[in-house]
């Protein structure tokens, strides 16, 4: 059995045409189980109704056949998302009897509902002339069949493949991760470099060479991975099947033997490579069997890729002759640091999902962004679409109706951020006079904007990793403290709370690749950095001078889960203290804070306020960490919920705790940016926030819209709530019923 289902599935997936693949499934499906009758009916949403796609066995004149439902056993099964296995059909009270279809002659019914994430996608019906009860065995063969169904049916409509005929503009889904709209070209990122455009060059330096590819290989190998683990959920086999092959290939001593021995004749990595891949990729196209010719055209693939990999570090600066909507694999914020930010309208991101760094970057920048998009991109460039960044939808090619109420929208955006701009010079402040401090993230960018927010209290979280990984290896410290003294030099009379470099996650080190199962859960911030004093202590120095004659540094730490990590860290920081106090006696000891965005903190917060001078609370860790839930993963997206019940009990606890041992508190995480998070959270009583450049002026605007006493009021009623639906929908009906809709606009959809 198992290996006839095997077969059903790999058969059906290779088939490119999609009706054609559904034929064959039918029939292959009558063939297995020894039955005369196999039909798939696929879900219309827009017109609720069930609508036959393939069929054998039933006889039918037309061409459409639908099924409504709320009509017959089929849309039972649809209803109920439960299999019905039936010895004679019509003795059902749900039965009806559709003469079109020519189904008189069966009496048995085994139907069983098509379900991917929760959605029933469609029906699976076999039936049988004889009256009889179908097996247990027969019944979960065909449930296991319409689970992988499922499966390549969700993934052919993301693709965009249309099942039924109706001429509606196509729209693919994401994750919405940076609101707003854009209309324009979609661009696909496709600057893989090609293996045959590398010509002759010498190195250099060979040792360098040869650490250039080893991390090459190391990078490539660990992509392949990861490649292959996202296949494996998606039960692409052929596909997996290659990523094996190149791991293979990448892993054999000849290969790279043959490559480190190119090196050391004195040529340069990629030229290396180039000459290594040609020299097997020839040796495969002569050989005599067909299976291993053909192995020559996955050679060329690994070392395209590769080369990919050799050459990524450099991060290539993109330039368009226009604005674009750009589409890439996996979204980064070295690709959103280097591509200048007026020729990006939207950026589309395959992977990641909307609290992954590089997503955070976009609302940072400003720019519509939707990740965790499952389509062929190259499908998609070059055609206008419009990105929706507020529901994650993406429209190629849109009807005229469609592109017109999205310019209405665009209007409406213009018109609402012109009314935000009109207040974002007055302090933070509640309707009844309330002072909430606004302070600024930055940092994710390589962004000279900074200087430009006169308007915040100060900068609550400056985040210092991306010098580290826009480099190629570690920055010294004397660029450390230029650049960190360009952030302190431009608040000169505000508090900068600078936090020590949190890598490992999402953002891994170029020059230092990690191989790790669980990165979230792994190498990470201040894990890393009391591993490698060396690079912590010039990192806290380098903050140090940096902040001479300026005195107004804090350090914040991230990722802290004990005591003992914090007491590590503050011994190093004292260390730091003393070396630079030596030369710069006029260096000020800084304060010294903790991010509390690992659960544990939450019950260490008494022990914390007698070691620290303030806390800042990490809403995107401590969401992920609270529900367990991959802050990167679009296939769990839906559960990471930000308005969680767990996750404002938490902050309620946290802001309680900080209250009762005086210990000053702020929130840095993307809760306190968002328009729904902010309000809820001065709500709660926290009245420090620190947000995205591009929320200050919106999160002003609203806290003058409300008074405390509201918003405690909704805190409190927040507080009951078991669902964080329902938590989601009171907000949204405060801010419908305040005239605040289009600050949280949910989709056009
Ligand atoms: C957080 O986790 O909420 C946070 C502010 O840190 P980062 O997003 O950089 O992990
Ligand atoms: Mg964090």
Redesign the pocket.
Known sequence: MLSQLRDIVEHVSKVENVHAALEILVQQTCAAMHTECCTIYLANNDKQRLELMATQGLTFKGDTIHISFNEGLVGLVKRTAEPINLAEAAKHPAFKFFPQLGEGIYHSFLGTPIIHRKQVLGVLVIQQKTSRQFSEMEESFLVTLAAQIAVLIAHATAQGHGFFDDNKTAVIKGIGASSGIAIGPIWWDNTQPDLNNVFPASALDIAREHETLSVAIENALADFKRMRKKLDLELNKDALAIFDLFTHLLNDPMLRNDLKAQIQKGDKADWALRQVVESYANRFARMSDVYMRERAQDVKELGQRLLFFLHHTEQPIHEFNEPVILVVRELTASILASVPKEQLLAVVSLEGAANS?AA?LSRAMGIPAVMGVNTNPERLSGKIGIVDGYSGEIFPDPSSELLLEYQELVTEETELSRMVEQTVDLEGCTSDGRRIQILLNAGLSADTSISLNRNVDGVG?Y?TEISFLLQQQFPSEEEQVHQYRSVLGAYPTKRVVMRTL?IGGDKPLPYLPIDEDNPFLGWRGIRFTLDHPDIFLIQLRAMLRASEGLDNLSILLPMVSSVQELDGATALIEQAYQEVSTEHPKVKRPEIGVMI?VPSMLYLLPFMAQKVNFVSV????LTQYLLAVDRNNAQVADIYETLHPSVLAAMKHIFETCQSYHLPVCI??ELAGDPIGALLLVGLGYDTLSMNTSNVAKVKYLLRQTSQQELKLLADKALMQPYGETIYNQMRDYFEDKGLAGFIRAGKS
């Open positions: 760094h955070i979280l985040r949190d965005e990490g809403t995107n860790d840095c995480g």
